[in-house]
């Protein structure tokens, strides 16, 4: 139940009408992972099989990540408490959402370009919740938390450690201004910044690079 939520957050955010749902395509068995990262300590995977004519789809998240996000439903109350087990299935939903949504419109994803739409997309669902559940509050920490205290695990990265620090440091920078615009007391430029997100998801990756260094 948790991760449709995540994805129709996420959808409704984006405004992507997607046919998959996110828990067809769920496995918790970690005897399924291919062997080069079985023994790893990660809590979230996203596999994609190429099948012929198709690719296949598949993610895993560890159980007790599952259980311990039933407990403590984030979308019912985001807290330091279930922040990083929510970042962590979020960025699994984000990966599953991108992809299906690219493959529907015959476009290739590369592993940056998946990234750097995770952390975009930790924050602004982060700020979203954190702001519909407490609309008197404004997460100004949460920048800083997400993009300057994280750290990259180099045993998990896989030998992608630089990729993932480019990844975070172009998401760190396209959200320091879209913060500026969550900010803003008006609807309308509130208005502004959802129209800019929904733009920046269907850009190529070239594009969402040159959009990020010309306009942060």
Not at 32 to 57: I, N
Not at 68 to 81: C, D, F, Q, T, Y
Not at 169 to 193: H, K, M
Request: glycine share 4%.
């Amino acid at each position: 139940m948790v991760l449709q939520q995540l994805q129709d957050l996420l959808a409704d955010i984006y405004d992507l009408p997607l046919q998959y749902r996110v828990d067809d395509f769920l496995f918790t068995e970690r005897a399924r992972l291919p062997a080069t990262v079985r023994d790893s300590e990660t809590d979230e995977q996203v596999l994609v099989m190429d099948e012929g004519d198709e690719a296949a789809v598949g993610l895993f998240l560890d159980p007790g990540l599952l259980a311990r996000l039933a407990a403590a439903n984030p979308i019912e109350a985001l807290h330091s408490g279930n922040v990083a087990d929510y970042w962590t299935a979020l960025e699994g939903v984000s990966h599953f959402i991108y992809l299906a949504w690219n493959a529907a419109h015959d476009r290739a994803v590369s592993l940056l370009e998946l990234e750097l739409q995770a952390e975009i997309d930790k924050y602004v669902s982060s700020w979203w919740l954190l702001r519909e559940q407490d609309p008197e509050r404004y997460p100004a920490e949460l920048h800083r938390l997400l993009f300057e205290r994280t750290r990259i695990d180099e045993r998990l990265a896989g030998g992608r450690a630089d990729m993932y620090r480019e990844a975070n440091q172009n998401a760190a920078r396209f959200c320091r201004r879209l913060e500026r615009l969550l900010l803003a007391e008006t609807v309308r430029r509130r208005s502004e910044a959802l129209c800019e997100l929904r733009r920046f998801y269907r850009l190529s990756r070239e594009r969402k690079m040159t959009h990020i260094q010309r306009h942060s």
